[in-house]
T-cell receptor, first 114, second 118 residues
Framework: GAVVSQHPSWVICKSGTSVKIECRSL??????MFWYRQFPKQSLMLMATSNEGSKATYEQGVEKDKFLINHASLTLSTLTVTSAHPEDSSFYICSAAGQQETQYFGPGTRLLVL | AQKVTQAQTEISVVEKEDVTLDCVYE???????LFWYKQPPSGELVFLIRRNSFDEQNEISGRYSWNFQKSTSSFNFTITASQVVDSAVYFCALSEASEDFGNEKLTFGTGTRLTIIP
């Protein structure tokens, strides 16, 4: 299957700081990238959908000013958690979709806000 | 609205036993896709299968098989002769069909944590 990477895989930060997570499709062009959040022992919840070169579409209840998404190229999308707080601690997963049969998921980024 | 229910939160079986993971879905769409993903302890989601709502044939891939019953809105997953490496959380997911092949929004079930006991 196609390969999607995320960086960093782990991040610990102080409350109030901003954290940027990168999602890259390594061997295909991703016209659409999705960002999910997963709390411990829970399901994946879609946060937003981003299409290359346009603004992201956020799901209901997700603060667009807090979770900034940029999809500047067909292989890279970034999620920035601004002014992070402990309740933002979670496992963030991206997926990328081109013209394959499914989205391909990155390995995830574990964020811990102290 | 779409909804996916995985009623089994945790299952434990002894190695080599067969195990079936249940998935029931709700949708108003006439055309949709169903998926199964595996999430091992590392966290990365592994794609297992995608099934179009018009294709009700059961599918077998090695030790894995899937039973799609449109009449009962179920898409169950069976692992035959289970192995310790099958231990993971398994998610069933649903998406509407769209012209953008592969770009559909996914609605996930809550997952079933499968533990294979050696």
């Amino acid at each position: 299957g196609a390969v999607v990477s995320q960086h960093p895989s782990w991040v610990i930060c102080k409350s109030g700081t901003s954290v940027k997570i990168e999602c890259r499709s390594l061997d295909f062009q991703a016209t659409t990238m999705f960002w999910y959040r997963q709390f411990p022992k829970q399901s994946l919840m879609l946060m937003a959908t981003s299409n290359e070169g346009s603004k992201a579409t956020y799901e209901q209840g997700v603060e667009k000013d807090k979770f900034l998404i940029n999809h500047a190229s067909l292989t890279l999308s970034t999620l920035t958690v601004t002014s992070a707080h402990p309740e933002d601690s979670s496992f963030y997963i991206c997926s990328a979709a081109g013209q394959q049969e499914t989205q391909y998921f990155g390995p995830g980024t574990r964020l811990l806000v102290l | 609205a779409q909804k996916v229910t995985q009623a089994q939160t945790e299952i434990s079986v002894v190695e080599k036993e067969d195990v079936t993971l249940d998935c029931v879905y709700e949708t108003r769409d006439t055309t949709y896709y169903l998926f199964w993903y595996k999430q091992p302890p590392s966290g990365e989601l592994v794609f297992l299968i995608r099934r179009n709502s018009f294709d009700e044939q059961n599918e077998i891939s090695g030790r894995y098989s899937w039973n799609f019953q449109k009449s009962t809105s179920s898409f169950n997953f069976t692992i035959t002769a289970s192995q310790v490496v099958d231990s993971a959380v398994y998610f069933c997911a649903l998406s509407e069909a769209s012209e953008d092949f592969g770009n559909e929004k996914l609605t996930f079930g809550t997952g079933t944590r499968l533990t294979i006991i050696p």
